[in-house]
């Protein structure tokens, strides 16, 4: 079972509705991530964040999308309005600096969204 | 420009055979690490094998193996024994730099392995 946990599993919406991901990362990883994989394609990173503050969301689609990690903890990713090529898995990924080796991710589950 | 390669969209193989599935990559940083994740139906991304760009020898993870060959910019995975359960998708990625925690990794559009009985 994924240490990393993250909720929906699964999420089907409307085409313009809001959808609103969580994540909890293996306790103690500063850094987090969420990337998007499109089904048939690798995992693309949308954002990055090293405790509360984001080093890294150049890919994040940023008139629709939002991600927050308010206390450096748990992170939650917002698409407001959804478009129907948001239909994706989003994974949340957490690493902890120094432990070998190094740059290694640890996955949750994912969060799979179809937008109809 | 595509920093990982993949170019086996799927493979296929018996069980108990081997089988390789290839990874190039494009980097102009000396120092960089190399993975190689397993996606099952499920989802969830599973760690399987690392190298990095200063070994010097190849890493192996019992049946897992990575044939790195650095001149020509490549770290294909290698595949023992093959069972029913290592059906599943396939990522190579790329992290790179030392790692100082603010590093990414970048994946490969990933390749299917089906293992047949």
């Known amino acids: 079972e994924a240490e990393v946990a993250q909720s929906p599993r699964y999420k089907i919406t409307e085409k313009s509705q809001a959808v609103a991901f969580w994540c909890d990362p293996i306790s103690g990883h500063a850094t987090l991530y969420w990337y998007r994989q499109i089904l048939g394609q690798g995992p693309e990173l949308l954002v990055q964040f090293q405790d509360e503050s984001v080093v890294d969301d150049s890919q994040l689609p940023k008139d629709r999308f939002s991600a927050e990690r308010l206390k450096g903890v748990d992170s939650t990713l917002k698409i407001q309005p959804a478009e129907l090529g948001d239909s994706a898995m989003y994974l949340c990924a957490s690493s902890l600096f120094g432990r070998p080796p190094p740059g290694e991710l640890f996955f949750g589950e994912g969060s799979r969204l179809t937008v109809l | 420009a595509q920093k990982i390669t993949q170019t086996q969209p799927g493979m296929f193989v018996q069980e108990k055979e081997a089988v390789t599935l290839d990874c190039t990559y494009d980097?102009?940083?000396?120092?960089?690490?190399l993975f190689w994740y397993k996606q099952p139906s499920s989802g969830e991304m599973i760690f399987l094998i690392y190298?990095?760009?200063?070994?010097?020898q190849n890493a192996t993870e019992g049946r897992y193996s990575l044939n790195f060959q650095k001149a020509r910019k490549s770290a294909n995975l290698v595949i023992s024994a093959s069972q029913l359960g290592d059906s599943a998708m396939y990522f190579c990625?790329?992290?790179?730099?030392?790692?100082?925690?603010?590093?990414?990794?970048?994946f490969g559009t990933g390749t299917r392995l089906l293992v047949s009985p």
């Open positions: 980097t102009s940083d000396p120092s960089y690490g």
């Open positions: 990625a790329m992290r790179e730099g030392r790692g100082t925690g603010f590093q990414k990794l970048v």
């Open positions: 190298q990095g760009s200063y070994d010097q």
